[in-house]
């Protein structure tokens, strides 16, 4: 059965700080892996990774993924209030067209 | 804002109704997905059409149906209801079915659909 687990579930830090969120994937006919933050309602899309050890990154933000140990990681450098939320990893599929969620790693940045 | 709209926003019902979750894709995609969100189950995939058929199925209740109409909105039915669905259902579209885009494929999501079953 195909699972997508992330650490931690739940994550506290103070304003500055660097976090990495982590993901590992048992996904059959794995495609990508993308990342999403979810604040209130919508998640919104923040990274597809498809080739291993090729870094992405979007401002203070950066995700890379590794498809041999099959996890990815994002990180978040000087974290600030607004990046409190749930950050969630997906796994797409070749042959299934479906994308698996990840429980989420809720975190949140106190000032 | 996404460009996925789903109606209604919030709505509340009693058990063993009927209801109706409505979505219209952003403009160009052909793709629909729906997910059901609940407290305890994170985001669970309930299903996806592509172009008017349907394509994969995830934790989708025999109770639950979809379809996705000729304009691409696509609807998401839910009978029999249950305190346990209580939940915010979320729509969401890409350009591509998962799987067969290049890397330059993403899935927009609306705001959701908050259900209180009572």
């Known amino acids: 059965e195909d699972k997508v687990v992330q650490s931690p579930l739940s994550l506290v830090v103070h304003e500055g700080d660097t976090v990495t969120l982590n993901c590992s994937y048992e996904v059959t006919n794995f495609r990508s892996l993308l990342w999403y933050k979810q604040e209130k309602k919508a998640p919104t899309f923040l990274f597809m990774l498809?080739?291993?050890?090729i870094e992405k990154k979007s401002g203070r933000l950066s995700s890379i993924l590794d498809k041999k140990e099959l996890f990815s990681i994002l990180n978040i450098t000087a974290t600030q209030t607004g990046d409190s939320a749930v950050y969630l990893c997906a796994c797409s599929k070749t042959s299934y067209d479906k994308v698996i969620f990840g429980p989420g790693t809720s975190l949140s940045v106190i000032p | 804002d996404s460009g996925v709209t789903q109606t209604p926003k919030h709505l509340i019902t009693a058990t063993g109704q009927r209801v109706t979750l409505r979505c219209s894709p952003r403009?160009?995609?052909?793709?629909v997905y729906w997910y059901q969100q609940s407290l305890d189950q994170g985001l669970q995939f309930l299903i996806q059409?592509?172009?008017?058929?349907?394509?994969a199925k995830g934790n989708i209740l025999e109770r639950f149906s979809a379809q996705q109409f000729p304009d691409l909105h696509s609807e998401l039915n839910l009978s029999s209801l249950e305190l346990g669905d209580s939940a915010l259902y979320f729509c969401?579209?890409?350009?591509?079915?998962?799987?067969?885009?290049?890397?330059?494929?993403?899935?927009?999501f609306g705001e959701g659909s908050w259900l209180t079953v009572v």
């Open positions: 059409y592509y172009n008017g058929e349907e394509r």
């Open positions: 403009s160009g995609d052909l793709s």
């Open positions: 969401a579209s890409s350009l591509y079915p998962t799987g067969l885009a290049s890397s330059g494929n993403t899935i927009y």
């Open positions: 498809t080739s291993s050890g």
